[in-house]
Every structure is written in C-alpha cells, then in structure tokens.
C-alpha cells in the first residue's frame, strides 16, 4: 500500500507540473474551460431540454454578472476569470415537462480574481519549491522502502507469515467436520491467524518507520497551511447562483465545518452575513476561505434549515417541482444567491462593488 502511495504521489505532482506549465495562474484554481463552453452553448442547452425563454434569461444574467465583475476588476486593479459554469439541467428537471409547469431555470457561475500579482508569484515560488523537495522526499523514501522490502529480516518476517497463513488455510480446510466448533473451541485456527498478524505487524512497522522518518508527512501538514494563508492572501472567488433550491453559506457536504457569522449591511439583501472559519479545527483539510459573505436576494427563507443553509421559498410550496402549475414562470428569476470567498478585507472590497439593487431588479416576486 505504501509504494502504491508513493507512487501516486509522484504522478500527482507530475501533474501539477503540468498545471504549471498550462496556466499563467497556477497555483489558484484553474477555470472549467469545457464545462464554461458547453454551458454557453444555445444548442448544447437546446438539446439538453432548456426553452428558447429559459435560455435568454440565462445569457441575460450572464451578461448583467459579468459586466459587474468585469467593472469590479477593472476599478479593483485586480486580474478577473472565469472559472466555472452550469447551465443545463438539475436532476430534477425534464426537458419534456409543459412550460406552464417547469420549475425554475437556473445559471450558476464563478469567478476569480487575484488581488496581489506580487503574491501569486510568491505563491508559485513557494510551491515550485515544495513540488520539488516532496518529490525529491518521495523518491528517496520509494528507495529506502525497496531496499527495507528486499532486506532478508523483512523476507524472513514475509515468508513466516505465509507460512502461517497456509497452516491456517490448510487446517481449516482438513477440519470443515467440526463446524463451529472449528472456530470457537479449536485453539488451532486463531493461534495460526495470530501468528500471521504478528509477523504481518512486524512488516507493516518496518515499512513504517520509513515512512515517519522520510518528514513527508511534517511536510504535507506545512504545506496545507502555507496553502490556506497565500491562497487567501491572493485571491478572491464570486460564485452566484440564480434561481437555487438552497443558499448555501458553507460547503459542509464532506464534513463539518466550525465558523461563526455577523449580519452584514448589504440592503436589500434579505440576508446577508459574514463568517469567520477558523483554520484550527475537526476538519482543518476542507477548510479553504478564512471569510465567506453569504448574500441573498428574493425568494429564500430567511430562517436556516437544519444545515445552516438556506431553502428558495420555492422549494417548499410546489412552485420547484415538474407537475404543479407554476405561478411564476421557469424563465423568471425568483432569486439569486452570491458568496464572496477570501481574506476579509477584499471580501468588503468586492462586496462594495457588486450592485445588489440592480440584481434585485431583475426578480420577479409574483
């Protein structure tokens, strides 16, 4: 298991070698290219399913968020991307559902910014370096482990325990007439087994013990956190999402995630708020942003669900589904959900600039 790790180690950083050489902004995030062309595609979406009206509405918000993010680059100084993009189908919705009962259409789109180009460089320093010295590290403990598996100590502790594992196969085998009583009052069986671990264990702590000494693992905790503190010191990523089930203020789908959260003048967002994530905690691995404003406009409950997140209105009378008249339209935009993720600071400076009335404008509330 350990050379399989070790292995796949190597080709992950071989990878983002790759990644290095193909996008001017790695080490941030790298845009969805495919997903954002098919997405823009009328026919793709056509096919898919989506009316000729659905698809305006789409390409007009588009147009309206993009102008928005476009002016925010421009008077933030800050390097803009696109990087993702949905525009077809949820797994809920039919192509073939009557227009009079289609549940709300939808665009959900990213965006990322690099605040800092002097910080991004750093951050590709540092991380050029650390791809280096790991697979360096890498190799070297592949190496040792070859040498300590080929060691006559490890092959004598190896053949015991196939040893051991034949007298139990064998033995079980030879004694199928005793039934339970094989494996309950026959000291045979579980003496061969606990012989087999033993020397199984005695492998396992050699392999092991390369492994604690290589530092790889010092190195990897260091590096997620060096990870977390350029990546919020260097960008800032917009994600909205128009015509939602749920307003999502954390992604807590792997896990967990602590934070806490301060309301945050944004009228006339219905809600608006702040988290703070702290980086020490359960789940240290899934935590990405040290900030996230969480803004929402139009049709959401206003109280959280059990999750903390936050239901479309529409998502608890009928109007989300594919077989009740709807009241209004799946070519309206009923609401809209925007998160701000990065280092607080540049949170409240993109959070200035994006113009929650002119997007409020656009939503039909009857």
Not at 253 to 270: N, R
């Amino acid at each position: 298991m350990k050379k399989i790790l070790l292995s796949l180690s190597i080709l992950f950083l071989s990878c983002e070698l790759y990644a290095q050489e193909k996008y001017s902004q790695w080490p941030a995030d790298k845009p969805e290219t495919e997903f954002i062309e098919e997405s823009q595609s009328k026919g793709i979406r056509s096919g898919n399913g989506i009316l000729p009206q659905e698809i305006s509405m789409q390409d007009k918000m588009r147009v309206l968020i993009t102008d928005m993010m476009q002016n925010a680059s421009k008077k933030l100084g800050w390097q803009m991307v696109e990087l993702s993009e949905y525009t077809n189908n949820g797994g809920l919705q039919s192509g073939s559902t009557p227009y009079n009962l289609r549940s709300p259409r939808g665009i959900e789109i990213t965006f990322q910014f690099v605040v800092n180009k002097d910080s991004l460089q750093a951050w590709k320093n540092y991380q050029t370096n650390y791809n280096n010295n790991y697979s360096n590290a890498v190799s070297t403990t592949y190496s040792t482990q070859q040498d300590v598996t080929n060691s006559p100590l490890y092959k004598r502790y190896k053949d015991s325990a196939d040893h051991y594992m034949n007298l139990y196969i064998n033995y079980v085998n030879a004694h199928q007439s005793e039934g339970a009583d094989l494996y309950t009052k026959d000291k045979h069986p579980k003496y061969y087994q606990d012989k087999e671990n033993e020397f199984i264990e005695k492998m396992t702590n050699m392999t092991q013990q390369v492994q604690d000494n290589s530092g790889i693992d010092q190195m990897e905790n260091k590096n997620e956190l060096r990870t977390f503190l350029f990546r919020n010191h260097t960008i800032v990523q917009v994600h909205f999402q128009v015509n939602t089930f749920v307003g999502i203020a954390i992604d807590q789908t792997l896990g967990p995630i602590e934070s806490t959260s301060s309301t945050y003048p944004m009228p006339p967002a219905i809600v608006a708020k702040l988290y703070t994530i702290p980086k020490k905690q359960t789940n240290e691995t899934l935590v990405k942003w040290k900030n996230m404003l969480l803004v929402l406009l139009g049709n959401f409950h206003t109280k959280p669900n059990g999750y903390g997140d936050y239901d479309a209105g529409f998502n608890h009378n009928g109007q989300g589904d594919e077989h009740t008249p709807k009241k209004i339209k799946s070519d309206k935009v009923q609401n809209i959900s925007i998160s701000i993720s990065g280092d607080k600071i540049n949170v409240e400076k993109m959070a200035k600039l994006i113009d929650v009335e002119k997007l409020n404008s656009t939503i039909v509330k009857h």
